[in-house]
């Protein structure tokens, strides 16, 4: 993830390959870092020891207008759901995780859908057959329950926006 650093002196220096702490600052609006301190050095051509990422199955890319997979989701209700199901309806999505502390990611695309809900629910000509999905790339934690209570802050409509985990 691509952090903002305020003061661009304190990069004076690191190159690809050093590790660096610092501190994350968060407001309502924006997230940045400041006292950044080079900690090390690590080979960037060697690969990593282990995998850091629990692996899906590989897909080739998709050329437009190919369908999308029908992958299985389960919902924040704890319901089996799939892409396929929403065939045939216009469908917004994007990719969360409920832990992410920065306002300018997650956080500011749920509230984009949750404008859009709001418009889209309340515009007398709207078309009715539309839905808006929220999948987490975060399933150990974002659980139905977690997606269900994160979903909650956003006062969301369950007949038109879902919130999706791993199946």
């Given at each position: ?12 220096g ?30 960037v ?14 897909v ?21 759901i ?33 404008d ?19 999948i ?5 934690h ?11 802050r956003?006062?969301y ?11």
């Amino acid at each position: 993830m691509p952090f903002e650093a305020r003061n661009t002196n304190e990069l004076a220096g690191l190159k690809p390959g050093d590790e660096v702490s610092f501190r994350l600052l968060v407001t309502d609006q924006a997230g940045w870092i400041d006292q950044i301190t080079k900690t090390g050095v690590t080979n960037v051509d060697k690969p990593p020891a282990r995998e850091t990422f629990r692996r899906v199955r590989f897909v080739d890319p998709l050329n437009i207008g190919d369908a999308i997979p029908d992958y299985p989701f389960t919902n924040e209700l704890g319901q089996a759901i799939h892409l396929g199901q929403f065939k045939g309806q216009a469908l917004g999505l994007t990719f969360i995780y409920t832990r992410c502390p920065l306002p300018m990611f997650c956080l500011r695309m749920s509230s984009n859908f949750a404008d859009a809900c709001g418009k889209l629910s309340t515009m007398p000509d709207a078309p009715k057959n539309w839905r808006l999905l929220s999948i987490s790339f975060d399933p150990e934690h974002d659980t139905p329950q977690m997606l269900k209570g994160y979903a909650k802050r956003y006062e969301y409509d369950t007949n038109h926006w879902s919130f999706a985990t791993g199946a």
